[in-house]
């Protein structure tokens, strides 16, 4: 029972280049999360999705898409990265809203 | 969103010493989080509360409803306990939309 994972670990891009971060979890889990970790904030949400086929928008959802095609799946998506996307990055997914499993984080450079 | 708030933000203690970590809300809730953020690490649930008081090994939870009031407890404190801790909650009422997270408490355990 891997629980949540996400890959990559780290990853350095340049301004405009874009990227996918792929979430996955194997707790059959409805309800997944994008968050992003900032010095000096709390995590914030990105998108979130609370079942297969769908998503919706967080706090902060501008220049990042999402899809969630598959319920074990939710895929995080840069089009065009700026350096002010640069941010540790968490997936979450909980089932029923209770208890909430984290990844253990992406570390986004963009340069 | 309503606010999260955590004191101290910051804190430097003795190993042996008995830690206390505050954790405000604003508005009703149905759960409460306490996570836990090693450095460059992942986000580790340690408890999840909706009333009275729960521990496991040296750590302790408490969550007092009325006061819209919790506080993390660390007994017996060991420099491995130095991490981010993070208090989130759900909203009574609210959407899908997951947690709102404080900002943390950054911890370090001398030796």
């Known amino acids: 029972n891997a629980g949540v994972t996400q890959t990559p670990k780290f990853r350095v891009l340049k301004t405009g280049q874009s990227m996918t971060l792929l979430c996955a979890q194997d707790?059959?889990?409805?309800?997944m999360y994008w968050y992003r970790q900032d010095p000096g904030m709390g995590l914030r949400l990105i998108h979130y999705?609370?079942?297969?086929?769908?998503?919706a928008k967080g706090e902060v959802p501008d220049g990042y898409n999402v899809s969630r095609l598959k319920k074990q799946n939710f895929l995080l998506g840069l089009e065009s990265a700026a350096p002010s996307q640069t941010s540790v990055y968490f997936c979450?997914?909980?089932?029923?809203?209770?208890?909430?499993?984290f990844g253990q984080g992406t570390r986004l450079t963009v340069v | 969103k309503n606010e999260v708030e955590q004191s101290p933000q910051n804190l430097t203690a003795q190993e042996g010493e008995f830690i206390t970590i505050n954790c405000s809300y604003s508005?009703?809730?149905?759960?409460l989080h306490w996570l836990q953020q090693h450095p460059g690490g992942g986000i580790v649930s340690l408890f999840m509360?909706?009333?009275g008081k729960k521990k496991h090994g040296r750590l302790i939870a408490t969550i007092n409803i009325q006061e819209k009031h919790s506080s993390l407890h660390i007994t017996a404190s060991h420099p491995r306990d130095s991490a981010v801790y993070i208090c989130?909650?759900?909203?009574?009422?609210?959407?899908?939309?997951?947690?709102?997270f404080g900002k943390g408490t950054h911890l370090i355990i001398q030796p």
């Open positions: 999705s609370v079942g297969e086929g769908t998503t």
């Open positions: 989130a909650v759900m909203y009574s009422g609210g959407g899908a939309d997951g947690l709102t």
């Open positions: 508005v009703g809730i149905s759960a």
């Open positions: 509360l909706s009333s």
């Open positions: 707790m059959n889990h409805e309800y």
């Open positions: 979450a997914s909980s089932y029923a809203q209770v208890e909430a499993f």
